[in-house]
Nanobody, 115 residues
Framework: QVQLVESGGGLVQAGGSLRLSCAAS????????MGWYRQAPGKQRELIAT???????NYAVAVKGRFTISSVNAKNTVTLQMNSLKPEDTAAYYC?????????WGQGTQVTVSS
């Protein structure tokens, strides 16, 4: 089992920045990749960014160049630096971790970008 706890959401004006963190605990040795998803009201959950255990990253087109995902393996933490935020980035953001056999989700943290 892996437990994920997110932090760092909040309210920010358009053009501002926020940094989300996700701390993993439990069977972290089984994790092969971690990532961030978001879900806006009335919309499906969408992939934002992922990072593998070897450091390979992948981004959604909507956030490429503005968001940066990174990991601090010694601390079992993944961060998402979000710059140049737009009102359309408003959503609940969820941390995700994947092992070879299953995936885990955090409880979510709200990000609200005002215009």
């Amino acid at each position: 089992q892996v437990q994920l706890v997110e932090s760092g959401g909040g309210l920010v004006q358009a053009g501002g920045s926020l940094r989300l963190s996700c701390a993993a605990s439990g069977s972290v040795f089984s994790i092969v990749a971690m990532g961030w998803y978001r879900q806006a009201p009335g919309k499906q959950r969408e992939l934002i960014a992922t990072i593998t255990s070897s450091g390979i990253t992948n981004y959604a087109v909507a956030v490429k160049g503005r968001f940066t995902i990174s990991s601090v393996n010694a601390k079992n933490t993944v961060t998402l630096q979000m710059n140049s935020l737009k009102p359309e980035d408003t959503a609940a953001y969820y941390c995700n971790a994947r092992s070879s056999s299953r995936e885990y989700w955090g409880q979510g943290t709200q990000v609200t970008v005002s215009s």
